[in-house]
């Protein structure tokens, strides 16, 4: 049996591209006629990628993108729920994509499911890809019938969360390129300007006031040392991300992030409100508590929010209820630790869930406006203030010796 690769033309003109092994280029011919196909091209042998190839030339590249994925639910729920088949919604996915590295992965896919394998095992190959999220969502849908349902849930879920992730980034853009430029002018400052007034006043022998020393020292030593300070920041960089990937690192720089003055809040709500979107659309969508909380937990993304559920998960086979393991925790407030008791009393925890979800989504969202309103002059101010004690370093000396000629 040889590998080939082709590439078909259906009768509605939708273009068709897979890879298929056949005794020979006549024999697959005649087995994609049978289907219906106009044969455009087929290439064989070490032309043809075989899909340990394709998966390799993924893991190769970057990854694919948050909105591919998010078009891609949306997308095939759309189509799902117009009762068109699953594999012809992903060949009508596998043409749209503008993403030639998830064309490769939709291809795989819809290859794997005409073997007879499900949507869920298709996606559990693309573990980077696919999360644990994904694929028992993915799993309680094609077991309830509600795959299009499930996939729409899964899909507006995605979609807050990159909404989210981009307004804060958009918030952040100025201040970052603000502060990174007049770090630059103040480098600049220090070992261009600084020596030439350094210079001058050596050449008077006067006594220096203490800022200016100090200013001075600075410079000399950033002068001196421009190869060793660089060094020092990527050592301290990379020290830094290798004790971050360290078990004990990420628990201690997750337990530390939300101690951050200004925004530890912010990362303590971005958990909470994955932690309850997670949680409720789970649940919604059929899912044992004690199944849905452990896949919360390891795809919680914070190590620290990660112990607490797991301790949750604990409690809870043990026969308490989630909001009492909650209550003990400290990352969980009162407001959900009381609507989380509610829910289980009334039989409509994914409700709640979903009014919690709510209110840290509304929380953040005004925290990004109010951030991108404040956080910009805050910088300017701060960066400024920096500039005007480096300019009064300078200008102090000159002042004295102003002085002193008059009184000379």
């Given at each position: ?396 000396p000159i002042f004295e010796l102003a002085l002193l000629g008059k009184g000379g």
């Open positions: 049996m040889a590998t080939f690769r082709y590439k078909a033309a259906k009768a509605n003109g939708l273009l068709e591209t897979g890879i298929m092994e056949a005794s020979s280029e006549d024999s697959l011919v005649s087995t994609l006629q049978q289907k219906g196909l106009i044969i455009l091209s087929i290439t064989k042998g070490d032309r043809a990628l075989s899909r340990q190839e394709k998966n390799r030339s993924i893991k190769m590249h970057s990854r694919i993108s948050a909105k591919d994925l998010i078009l891609f639910t949306t997308q095939l729920a759309t189509t799902l729920k117009a009762s068109i088949p699953l594999l012809k919604c992903l060949d009508i996915q596998i043409t749209q994509t503008t993403s030639s590295k998830f064309k490769i992965v939709l291809e795989n896919i819809r290859d794997n499911i005409r073997q007879g394998h499900t949507l869920k095992d298709s996606l559990a190959k693309y573990p980077k890809l696919f999360n644990s999220l994904w694929l028992n969502l993915v799993e309680a849908g094609e077991a309830s019938g509600q795959l299009p349902a499930t996939l729409e849930m899964l899909g507006q879920y995605l979609t807050d969360q990159a909404d989210l992730k981009r307004k804060a980034i958009t918030a952040l853009i100025y201040p970052s390129l603000l502060i990174s430029v007049s770090i630059l002018a103040i480098y600049i400052f220090m070992v261009k300007v600084i020596p030439i007034f350094t210079g001058v006043f050596r050449d008077f022998k006067m006594t220096l006031p203490l800022i200016t020393r100090i200013v001075v020292a600075v410079s000399d030593f950033l002068k001196s040392h421009v190869l060793s300070t660089i060094a020092l920041v990527f050592v301290v960089g990379f020290s830094m991300y290798y004790y971050y990937k360290t078990e004990k690192g990420r628990k201690v720089c997750d337990g530390l992030s939300f101690k951050i003055p200004i925004f530890g809040s912010f990362i303590l709500n971005s958990a909470l409100e994955k932690f309850s979107g997670c949680l409720g659309i789970l649940i919604h969508s059929g899912i044992p508590i004690l199944q849905a909380i452990d896949i919360v937990a390891r795809t919680s993304g914070n190590k620290v929010m990660e112990e607490a559920l797991t301790n949750a998960y604990i409690d809870v086979r043990d026969g308490k209820s989630l909001s009492s393991s909650l209550e003990k925790n400290a990352l969980f407030p009162p407001l959900t630790v009381s609507m989380c008791n509610v829910g289980e009393e009334t039989g409509e925890l994914d409700k709640m869930l979903e009014h919690i979800n709510k209110y840290y989504k509304d929380e953040l969202t005004t925290f990004v406006e109010r951030l991108s309103a404040t956080l910009e002059p805050v910088v300017i101010v701060f960066m400024g203030g920096i500039v005007f004690v480096l300019v009064l370093a300078m200008y102090l």
